[in-house]
């Protein structure tokens, strides 16, 4: 048929494709080569120089030939251009250093007088030592890594009255720096640039940095062996994965936590498993029997039928009801108070404390008149005959930010009075073979449940806001927030960093990440709308109008540094948003006052608990900070790319530079302290939190910043020079010591502080409180990852004598952290198997364990 493929015949022989060349051997022999390298008849004839003869290009090809050369010259001109631009800028920056170097001896004309920038006496809330945390002025020994890091200390006047002679005070404070212009301090985008067109020397917290325990694992030679025989890495590796993949695996893998339903996964019938129809078998979450409860609840869950035995620790009272009695409310809010607005003073306590009473009043069991022993009537107005999850109430709640920011505190209230480790999400009925990554976790039921004899007995378990401390608010704040997800108000920020820190005390890191995010995504609107009003340079016209919003703001903003930072410097491949880029620009600060603080006129006691709360919050910050510039300049490839043994000469000694002014910074932050909060090494870990927490970043960073130097000693890489190699040597020594000293921080808090302290075998005496407790358990297991590589190290040997690493000490130090693991893992699948690598390691050092 004309215009038709012709089709060769049944039968007919296809003709031969020839080849397009052959091997040297198989063209003498003038044979068929089928052009492999080497060809079939070399590797037959054990051949070793299969080789080919260049084939010149087709005459056809020789105007591509021509392109790929014009392609290939402008890649070379570009190149050179960008290296002679690279040159340049190396030349500018190296002037600029030196300029501000020169420029830190005196005050210019166009800067601030000290006088000018701290003022003796100002306004009521500048009097106070909240605002310790304005800091204006820069540490001026950071030396090549121009990083901005500030001392708070610096602005602190009031307190540092009675810690310095005013000679010495005055003298700190001269010799601080300060930006030319407020041009220089202002950047109202994310690009990095400033408002003249030029680049800023800092770029926040980078994704994909090295820092981790798990990336150690991995990339340190000497730790080979330290996961052998763990199933989970076995499975892993199986399936094609990394050493340092496991805590995204297992983390993503097992889902997230069901507010309203029972245990924790993922919803599979959502057609991105399986075809997402009717007879389909990838769902998770079949369809409960008649009269049972879904296992992601429904969105009109009733109230458990019938009276409950006694309270629930989720929050609901024996009517089934949230407990909203104003002893409860008043109970909680206490509880949120003492253990996370002393981290992260965010909320205004006085507008919060009026936010919770308002609240009871309106649905509390006194809102409106009940009879006892009334049976409760399903709403008509619901769905299926059921009410609204909001009738758990005794009155419905309205759907409002404030009743979410409320129940938020109050789950926060709730699980932060739980003192022994908290119960985990009950297991799904599961065959053995579907454990995740060959994870496994005892079933939480309750001893009315003790079985799976029937699929409806599976979804009577109790439900998540029935068992786990604080779920019951949790899950009606949330539902809230869901409708509110595109709110930008500082409300919103605030919302979403209460549920981020809730879900953090079950160590569900994605999930408090998550809500992390969405506030960091809401203060950058705020932080732009806002930028001239709260930048750290020179008050504009009309400041004072909003200036404790704008403190909130603040407070806002270094709450989404910090709390972001703190999981992405343990999660490292999860992608940082754009807050931290701004953290040299926003000013610390003041402190959320009360009215009747504002209102008094009163200077206020330089010794009290808000005062210390303010001071340490600002320090937590200034750490952070540091941290972070660390975080970038030495486990983000800026100077080493791959294995450090493959690193030039030249990197390393830059690296060398970068570390020792780092840790300048470091050690004049200390040095700076009030005497009230310095400490020897040494010292027993402090029983106070807040101080257990500075110390612990302290450490850490201490660590992190040295722990490069160890990996160059343990791995026989040298820096050619007597100097550096004796800062190696100190380096290594120091960092052993600091991981030590970073695992027990927290060891004795809650204590009596004059009780007897037994070092490395004495644990917090109740759950430790932390605002990212996978994220500190996981960098203590990863300082017990170095000390055991180095304990293993014949290397290090003799160096050992020199630190506080001794048999003793390690084999305890292995016990403590094994045991203070083990307490988190029943809700954490990562730090179980950092316990379960560690006892592994255990067994290879220590044979008798």
């Not at 989970?232 to 993949?245: A, V």
């Not at 399903?378 to 999850?389: C, D, I, L, Q, Y």
């Not at 990212?772 to 170095?786: D, E, K, R, S, W």
């Amino acid at each position: 048929m004309a215009g038709s493929p012709a089709y060769a015949a049944p039968g007919t022989r296809r003709k031969q494709v020839r080849a397009q060349q052959a091997c040297n051997h198989c063209r003498q022999r003038k044979q068929k080569c089928d052009e492999q390298k080497p060809c079939q008849f070399c590797r037959d004839n054990n051949i070793p120089d299969c080789t080919y003869k260049e084939v010149p290009p087709p005459k056809q090809d020789k105007s591509m030939q021509q392109l790929q050369s014009s392609v290939n010259h402008i890649q070379d001109t570009l190149a050179a251009f960008i290296e002679g631009f690279n040159t340049w800028k190396r030349e500018v920056d190296s002037r600029n250093q030196q300029s501000k170097v020169s420029d830190s001896v005196g005050t210019p004309s166009n800067q601030l007088s000290p006088e000018q920038t701290y003022p003796v006496r100002g306004s009521v809330s500048e009097r106070s030592l909240s605002h310790v945390g304005t800091p204006q002025g820069r540490l001026p020994f950071l030396g090549p890594t121009s990083v901005k890091t500030e001392s708070p200390i610096m602005h602190m006047s009031p307190l540092s009255a009675h810690a310095h002679t005013p000679g010495t005070y005055d003298h700190i404070v001269a010799s601080v720096q300060h930006p030319s212009t407020p041009a220089d301090s202002i950047r109202t985008d994310s690009s990095g640039a400033k408002q003249d067109g030029s680049k800023t020397d800092t770029s926040g917290i980078q994704g994909d940095h090295a820092t981790p325990a798990h990336k150690v694992l991995q990339d340190w030679k000497c730790m080979t062996g330290f996961c052998d025989g763990i199933e989970t890495i076995r499975i892993l590796k199986e399936q094609g994965h990394n050493i340092s993949d496991y805590p995204m695996k297992l983390e993503y893998a097992r889902g997230i936590v069901r507010p309203f339903g029972v245990g924790e996964g993922n919803d599979k019938s959502d057609g991105s498993q399986a075809p997402a129809t009717p007879c389909s078998q990838a769902s998770d979450t079949p369809s409960p029997p008649g009269g049972g409860t879904a296992m992601w609840g429904t969105l009109s869950t009733p109230p458990p039928d019938g009276i409950l035995l006694e309270d629930t620790p989720g929050g609901l009272g024996r009517d089934g009801y949230l407990k909203l009695d104003e002893d409860t409310l008043t109970r909680l809010l206490g509880s949120y108070q003492k253990h996370i607005h002393t981290l992260h003073p965010f909320l205004n306590p006085g507008e919060l404390r009026r936010m919770v009473k308002a609240f009871g009043r309106n649905y509390g069991p006194n809102g409106h008149t009940r009879s006892a022993g009334t049976k409760r009537k399903r709403s008509a107005g619901g769905v299926n005959g059921f009410p609204s999850p909001f009738l758990f109430a005794h009155h419905s709640i309205e759907r409002s930010l404030s009743n979410a920011i409320v129940l938020l505190v109050l789950a926060l209230g709730k699980v932060c009075e739980w003192k022994s480790p908290l119960p985990a999400p009950q297991a799904d009925k599961a065959p053995p073979e579907s454990t995740l990554y060959g994870f496994k976790r005892a079933s939480l039921r309750n001893a009315n449940n003790t079985s799976f004899s029937s699929d409806y007995e599976d979804e009577r378990r109790a439900r998540n806001m029935e068992i786990l401390p604080g779920m019951a608010y949790f899950s009606m704040a949330t539902d809230i927030l869901g409708n509110q997800i595109g709110g930008n108000t500082t409300g919103h920020a605030q919302a979403m960093l209460l549920a981020g820190l809730y879900m953090g005390q079950y160590a569900r890191v994605l999930e408090s990440w998550s809500w992390i995010n969405s506030a960091c995504r809401v203060c950058l609107v705020l932080v732009k709308e806002e930028l001239p009003f709260i930048r750290r340079l020179g008050p504009l016209k009309g400041e004072e109008k909003d200036k404790n919003r704008r403190n909130v703001i603040k407070c806002v903003y270094w709450t989404c540094l910090q709390l972001e930072s703190d999981i992405i410097a343990e999660m490292s491949n999860l992608t940082p948003t754009d807050i931290s880029k701004y953290w040299d620009e926003i000013a610390y600060p003041e402190g959320v006052l009360d009215d009747d603080e504002l209102r008094s006129g009163q200077e206020l006691d330089h010794t009290s608990e808000h005062v210390k709360m303010m001071f340490l919050y600002s320090m937590q910050i200034y750490l952070r900070t540091l941290l972070n510039s660390a975080h970038n300049a030495l486990y983000n490839g800026k100077y080493i790319k791959g294995n450090l043994d493959l690193a030039d000469h030249d990197s390393l000694i830059k690296l060398a530079a970068e570390a020792r002014s780092l840790q300048e910074g470091l050690r004049a932050w200390r040095n700076r302290l009030p005497p009230e909060y310095r400490w020897n090494d040494g010292d027993p870990p402090s029983t106070d939190l807040n101080i257990a927490r500075l110390r612990a970043k302290y450490y850490g960073g201490k660590y992190m910043i040295h722990r490069t130097f160890l990996n160059m000693l343990l791995h026989n890489i040298s820096l050619n020079s007597n100097k550096l190699t004796a800062q190696m040597l100190e380096s290594a020594t120091t960092c052993i010591d600091s991981a030590i000293y970073s695992t027990i921080a927290f060891d004795r808090v809650g204590m009596d502080p004059g009780s007897k302290y037994e070092p490395f075998v004495d644990l917090p005496r109740d759950r430790l409180i932390v605002t990212n407790i996978m994220g500190t358990l996981h960098a203590q297991f990863g300082n017990m990852t170095v000390l055991c590589s180095v304990f293993k190290s014949r290397k290090c040997g003799e160096m050992l004598r020199f630190t506080k690493l001794t048999r003793e000490v390690m084999e305890l130090l292995i016990v403590r952290t094994i045991k203070i693991l083990r307490s988190v893992g029943d809700n954490s699948p990562i730090l179980t198997l950092d316990a379960d690598i560690l006892e592994n390691v255990q067994r290879q050092l220590f044979p008798k364990h």
